[in-house]
C-alpha cells in the first residue's frame, strides 16, 4: 500500500530525522520473552503518587496478584508479572538516573496465575464500571508520560470532549513496537479504542499513523469501520505523535500556551494503551506485560519483544542475542526523548517502549557552543518558542526571562538539539529553567 504523501496531514514546525533507524526492527514480529529468575517492579511508574506496596518479605505471589495499591487518585496498581515469592522492596537503580524503590520477585518458574476479572460486555455496561476496570488493572499512559488512563479518561465537568485520538505515529527514531502491535493486535487495539470512546462518551474517534507504516494503516483501514473509527494517514515529522501535534494534525485546534488537550475538546491516548483497555475490560488481565523494541546499530538481532514488567533491562537486550561492540549509549525509549542509563540493572516499565542501543560514532555528547543565531531552531520548535533565546537567558540564569518567553511549554522533544549546528545543550537548559521555575514557584 503506498500513500500520497501531500494527502497526509500534519503539523508547522518539527524535523525529519535522517536514518532514523526503523528498519532495524520495522519487520520484526512480536516474540514473548521466557519467564526469568528476578523482576524488579519499580513502584515510582506512574505519573502522580507512587502505590503503596501491599505484599511483604516472604510472601507468595501470583501472576496478576495486586502486590501495589493506588494511593490516591493520581496513581495506579501493579500487578505480580509472575508467580513466586516477594523478595522485599528493594533499592534498585532507576530510570531517571536515580535510586529507586522496587518489589523484587523471585520467579518460581510455574507462572501460575490468580483468576482473572469477569469479562464485561462494554457496549451494554456502565461507563462507570469501565472506568473501575481500568483503575483496578493499574492501566497507564503507554507512550512515555505514564499518566494513569483513569485520570486521563475522567475530565472535569466543565471540559467538553468531543475528539479522541489514539497516538499511532510512533515518530521516536529506531522505534518500532506500537508499529507491529498495530499489525498484529489490529483487533484488539481499535476494540480498545472503542472502548475508551464510550467511556468518554465520544463517537468521533482517530488513529493517527505516519505513512513510513502504511502496513499498519492498510490493516486498520480494513477493521475500522466495525468501530465507527477513523484512521488518519500523517506526514513523517518528528514529533508528530506530541498530543498537541496531533490535534492539531487532525482537527486543525490549537491547544492554548499553558493548556492541555482536553482545553480543546480532545482527548489523547496510544495505540498501546488502547490494547491495554481491551485487555483489561474484554479479557479481565491487569497490565503486567508490553511490547518493547531492542534496537540499535550494536544490536546483534533487534527486534520486538512482549515483556514482563520488571524484567531488568540487560535481560532483554540477551534476547536479542547481546551486542556486537560496545555501545556509546543505552537510552530506554527513542534517541530523541527518552533517558540515557547508566546501568544495565534498571528493569522495563509499563512506559518503557524502546532499550536503545547506540554505538559511540552514532552517540551524541554535546558541547556548550555559542549560538550562532542561525534560527533553525525556531523553524523546527512545534511550540512555535524560540529555543536560541531561552538557551542563552538559561545560561545566564536568568530564568524570569526564560518563564517570561513561555519555557513551560516546551515538550523537551529536543528537535532544537538535534538541529543546532552548533551542538549545544537545549535539552538540558529547558529542564533545568523548569525544574528551578517550579522550584521557585512551589516556595
Known amino acids: 500500500m503506498k500513500i500520497n504523501n501531500s494527502a497526509a496531514l500534519s503539523f508547522k514546525g518539527g524535523i525529519h530525522p535522517s536514518g532514523d533507524g526503523k528498519n532495524l526492527s520495522s519487520a520484526k514480529a512480536i516474540e514473548s520473552a521466557p519467564i526469568f529468575e528476578r523482576y524488579f517492579v519499580l513502584l515510582g511508574q506512574n505519573a502522580g503518587k507512587a502505590p503503596e506496596a501491599v505484599v511483604a518479605k516472604g510472601d507468595a505471589v501470583k501472576k496478576y496478584q495486586l502486590i501495589a495499591k493506588a494511593s490516591g487518585f493520581v496513581s495506579a496498581n501493579l500487578h505480580a508479572p509472575t508467580s513466586g515469592t516477594v523478595a522485599g522492596v528493594t533499592t534498585i537503580p532507576g530510570p531517571m538516573g536515580v535510586p529507586a524503590q522496587a518489589i523484587e520477585i523471585v520467579s518460581d518458574g510455574l507462572d501460575e496465575a490468580v483468576e482473572p476479572f469477569s469479562a464485561i460486555e462494554w457496549q451494554k455496561a456502565d461507563n462507570k464500571v469501565l472506568l473501575d476496570r481500568v483503575a483496578e488493572c493499574g492501566l497507564v499512559g503507554m507512550g512515555g508520560a505514564s499518566f494513569p488512563t483513569h485520570v ?126 481491551y485487555d483489561a475490560v474484554v479479557k479481565g488481565l491487569p497490565l503486567v506485560e508490553r511490547v518493547v523494541t531492542v534496537t540499535g546499530e550494536v544490536v546483534a538481532e533487534p527486534g520486538n519483544w512482549l515483556v514482563r514488567i520488571g524484567t531488568p533491562v540487560i535481560k532483554v537486550i540477551e534476547l536479542a542475542k547481546g551486542v556486537t561492540a560496545n555501545p556509546g549509549k543505552l537510552i530506554l525509549g527513542g534517541p530523541m526523548m527518552g533517558f540515557a542509563q547508566k546501568s544495565f540493572d534498571v528493569p522495563v516499565s509499563k512506559n518503557t517502549s524502546g532499550i536503545l542501543l547506540l554505538s559511540k560514532e552514532v552517540a551524541v555528547n554535546y558541547g556548550s557552543g555559542s549560538c550562532i543565531r542561525c534560527g533553525r531552531c525556531v523553524s523546527a520548535c512545534p511550540m512555535h518558542l524560540v529555543p536560541c533565546l531561552l538557551g542563552c537567558a538559561i545560561e545566564g540564569e536568568r530564568y524570569d526571562l526564560a518563564a517570561a518567553n513561555h519555557v513551560m511549554d516546551c515538550l523537551e522533544c529536543g528537535a532544537c538539539a538535534y538541529i543546532c549546528p552548533a551542538h549545544r545543550p537545549l535539552i538540558q537548559h529547558m529542564r533545568r529553567a523548569k525544574a528551578e521555575i517550579r522550584r521557585r514557584n512551589a516556595k
Open 152 to 277: 486521563k479518561l475522567s475530565p472535569p465537568p466543565d471540559k467538553a470532549i468531543d475528539t479522541l485520538i489514539f497516538n499511532g505515529a510512533e515518530c521516536e527514531p529506531y522505534l518500532t513496537a506500537d508499529h507491529r502491535l498495530m499489525i498484529e493486535y489490529t483487533d484488539p487495539v481499535l476494540e480498545g479504542a472503542a472502548i475508551v470512546g464510550k467511556i468518554l462518551g465520544v463517537s468521533n474517534i482517530f488513529i493517527g499513523v505516519e505513512i513510513n507504516k502504511a502496513d499498519a494503516i492498510s490493516e486498520l483501514q480494513k477493521l475500522a469501520d466495525k468501530y465507527g473509527i477513523k484512521i488518519v494517514p500523517l506526514k513523517v515529522r518528528y514529533p508528530q505523535g506530541s498530543e498537541k501535534q496531533l490535534i492539531n494534525s487532525i482537527t486543525g485546534r490549537e491547544v492554548r500556551s499553558g493548556g492541555l488537550p482536553m482545553d480543546a475538546g480532545c482527548v489523547v491516548q496510544n495505540v498501546g494503551t488502547a490494547k491495554a483497555v
